[in-house]
């Protein structure tokens, strides 16, 4: 059974940081591509970041400069280093793992709530 499990999720003032966990069992972890995905309040989800099996990183431009993924395929584990909050980052973030030539694997977590205070 796969399992992803988000943490450090908070609330923060505007300007301050957070880092994201994700912890992933039950999936070959190292062969697939890990995303952060974040929905707001009153919107659709929407992708944030994202990091291949071969670590090549991608970043929506609303985060880029700002946040940072990475993974630790020993842990099975990837996280997303949030710096410089806005107002507009409070959302439910989520893990999601996936592979881009099995359809099959494609996984989500239940989220990390994270608030950001102006």
């Known amino acids: 059974q796969v399992q992803l499990v988000e943490s450090g999720g908070g609330l923060v003032q505007a300007g301050e940081s957070l880092r994201l966990s994700c912890a992933a069992s039950?999936?070959?972890?190292?062969?697939?591509?890990m995303g952060w995905y974040r929905q707001a309040p009153g919107k659709q989800r929407e992708w944030v970041a994202t990091?291949?099996?071969?670590?090549?990183?991608n970043y929506a431009d609303s985060v880029k400069g700002r946040f940072t993924i990475s993974r630790d395929n020993v842990k099975s584990s990837v996280y997303l280093q949030m710096n410089s909050l806005k107002p507009e980052d409070t959302a439910v973030y989520y893990c999601r793992s996936s592979n881009p030539y099995f359809a099959t694997v494609d996984y989500w977590g239940k989220g990390t709530l994270v608030t950001v205070s102006s």
């Open positions: 039950g999936t070959l972890f190292s062969s697939n591509t």
């Open positions: 990091i291949t099996s071969g670590g090549s990183t």
